[in-house]
């Protein structure tokens, strides 16, 4: 198991160093072909909708700035268990249905629960980002974000942040110092010594990580 140390995104805490630093798909607003489910063995198994709309007709909804009241175009970004949606001033974050050793969304009840649990817990770290969990519903025969009609999927609804603020970008720009690691680590720390506690054992914990790190 490879083991990561602040100095490893921090240069400034020791000699100058390169850093490399893997980035998720950014996508225009064509949309790419749609996901499938996994199961605990890895295979895909189809897309198991709970509805008549395609996962190809709410990415491409999604990606439409008409779809937020914006012109500017979407970005969005994707990762193997969701996808973001850039819009001019919020970030809308689909769960892809999929089921996988460490996370089951492959059910539309499932992800909204897992996008309610996502908001409560940042709001924690994170108040002024996480701002909702919003549906998208099927009106009139065309889909809408909120508001009444069938609903389609749920989305996690956030404030969008400054790319200029992100890490890799303060770390291009030589501006990721010390004291930001400090700032983190306080956080953090004050987090999790509130944070209720779970009972395992060290060897159950590696054995979980492991299982996660191998999926």
């Not at 190809?56 to 009241?69: H, I, K, M, Q, T």
């Not at 890799?168 to 956080?187: K, N, S, T, V």
Request: charged share 25%.
């Amino acid at each position: 198991m490879r083991r990561w140390r602040l100095t490893s995104f921090f240069p400034d805490m020791q000699n100058p160093a390169r850093v490399h630093l893997s980035r998720p798909r950014r996508h225009t607003v064509r949309a790419a072909g749609p996901p499938r489910p996994h199961h605990a063995s890895g295979r895909p198994t189809g897309f198991a909708s709970d509805n008549a709309t395609s996962w190809d007709e709410l990415v491409a909804f999604l990606s439409r700035p008409s779809a937020y009241g914006d012109v500017a175009p979407v970005t969005s970004i994707e990762t193997h268990i969701s996808r973001v949606f850039l819009s001019e001033r919020y970030a809308y974050k689909l769960k892809k249905p999929v089921r996988l050793p460490f996370v089951d969304f492959s059910a539309l009840s499932l992800r909204h629960a897992a996008c309610q649990s996502e908001v409560v817990l940042n709001r924690m770290l994170a108040p002024g980002v996480y701002l909702d969990v919003i549906p998208v519903v099927e009106r009139g025969r065309h889909l809408h974000l909120g508001g009444s009609g069938r609903i389609v999927d749920w989305l996690v609804k956030m404030r969008r942040l400054p790319a200029a603020s992100a890490l890799p970008a303060m770390l291009a720009r030589g501006e990721a110092h010390r004291r930001h690691a400090y700032a983190l680590a306080d956080r953090l720390a004050s987090f999790y010594r509130t944070a209720p506690r779970v009972a395992t054992t060290p060897e159950g914990y590696a054995n979980r990580l492991i299982r996660w790190i191998d999926a």
